[in-house]
């Protein structure tokens, strides 16, 4: 075993030229699948960091209930199995907010545009306050008073308003009637995400007087959790502890998932139309995972095809090592009929080819690996002012590599496993070789 | 004893669809200890008979026994064991291992084996057959930076590495001077009494085949002569 593959690592260095172009390919191919991977695995770890970002959580908790007159509304009231879940739980969870939200017209003089308004507890929404930019005004005053809204800076401009002046709020309550209120704009923010996901915020207690719902009600609770990892058993437990009894017993099949780019989680009345009315709340538990699936199922087909062009890239390797191994074979024929006639024994022979091919797709494989590591550090250490489009896609203008060492051990025994069988035929005829014809060969 | 017994042996290659008679019964034998010569002109079957000596060729017909071990229907694992136990090569054409220096070129039979001595005993062993055979100020030389002389000396110690019972050499000095050869042929001379090794070794160079205790002339695949002059049993056979 020492003795093959000591023969077989000298070998590797006999043809430098020869053994680095084929290292070379496989070092290629591991490169690309590599940097597919990398780049896909940080693309979705930033897709989800600006998701639950604009979201304001990773789990998002809604609340369905009828009125009497048969209208289902969006609310959750002060429950105390909800309160019980969230202290059990108080360890996993980094920090939650409880919002209200609508789609009002927000008018300004002859100037109006309809924008996403969260009405939020800005007690509670440090995260947030921390995350805003503000370009003009102050958010000093938000937490005296309840009539203040802060828009994104486009839509203070599409408006024509001025920090301190008061737009017009309209809207429907949460059954359906009209109803109109003021606000004093308190501040313009950046609107960071570049697709309209800046919501406008402004107080839960005043958003709810214009909903018609009570200041202590809600209609969302988000969540982060302080480990994205266990973020799907996390919400599993709030869906199972919210869930009544009779929601168990119709078993209804989990709501599927629309995304807005208002930046509403879920689709809260749009589905089943055949619902028949429920006493008291029924919770709706989702979590940023769900949401992710959409583009987590893109970027698998993307590393489907990666991995496809990485096999034919190592289908056309693997011809290159079967003919480099044939060649090689035959160069060292009386090589082999001496270390036959020494007692070299048929399977330590094509041990040696063997061993080879393993140290060619290792070291093809390293090398690979490190060009990606430096190609990912030069290039993730540019800041790039693309289209904003994009930015969703990077981590503050920055590409992101992130690389799951679950597939660069499946590639790199993908490569081993082809260099193996590449080797295989070409070692098994030189073991196979008599001594005698070897011996007596001129090469 | 016999070390080396040859019983009728014949060899018939086919080329396409010619018979070649390389050897066309052939029987003899060597003693323990022999310095044994194989001589004759080209084609005469040299070679054809160090090969089925040395088990990498089969008779057609006959019977080759090898240190007691008769080889009719042996198998090539069973072969190669046999080979690597009893038997050790030099070859025309030096056949050292280009990606080993002259010190693992001398110790590669040895880590071919199950049961390998201790690395010490090893070491000294390989250093006692370089010293033996004057390379000492050589030992981590590649092959490609020796002479045809210096690489027929590694190639003697290789040979003798596992302390096999019997050396064999097909034309050991063909690639040599003469001066050079008649050099290599006497270190073998010398291992073969300093370690009672029996050498078999084929040549055509007369002053060479002076030196051998045994003498095996070949003509067409048949013995035209063989005599044996031990100087410690002084029998002919
Ligand atoms: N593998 C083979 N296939 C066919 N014919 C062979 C083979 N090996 C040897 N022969 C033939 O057998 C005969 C004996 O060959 P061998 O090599 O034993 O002779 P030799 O005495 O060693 O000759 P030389 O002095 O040239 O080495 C020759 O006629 C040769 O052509
Ligand atoms: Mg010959």
Redesign the interface.
Known sequence: MFLTMKVAFRNISRQKKRSFLLAGAIAFGMLAITLMNALTGGVVGNIRDNFSHALGGHVFITGREWTDAGQMIMKIRSDANLDRLLEENASQIEAFTRRSQAMPSLIFGSQQTMHMVYGVDFSEEDKLLDSLVVTHGSLDELGSKDDLIILPQPVGERLGVEVGETILIRLETLTGQQNVGEVKVAAFIEDQEELGLSAAYTSRAYLNTLLGMDSHEYQMLNMFVTDLDFVEGFARTFREGLRTLEEEEEEEAEPAVTVTVAGMPLDPMGEQEELTPWEGTRYQVMNINQIMEAVELVVGVLNQVGLVIFLILLVVTMVGITNTFRMMMIERTKEIGTMRAFGMHQKQVKRIFLWEAVLLGLLGCMAGLVLSGVFAMVVGSLSLNTDPSLQFFLNNGKITFSLPIGSVFLNTALVVFTSLLAAYWPARAAAKMSPMKALSSHT | MAIVELENVKKVYTLGKAEVHAVRGVTFTIEKGDFASIVGPSGSGK?TIL?LI?C??QPTEGIVSINGTCTEGLK??AL??L???T???I?Q?F?L????NVYENIE??L???KNRPGKKETKEWIEFLVEAVGLADHMHHKSNELSGGQRQRVAIA?ALA?KPEIVLADEPTANLDSKTGQSIIELMKKMNSDLNTTFVFSTHDRTIMEIADHVIELLDGLIVKNSRTSAEAGNIS
């Open positions: 070679s090969n040395g990498i060729d090539d694992k190669t064991t080979r690597h136990e038997l050790g090569f070859f054409s056949n291992i280009p990606v080993l590669f039979p880590l071919l084996g290789r596992t």
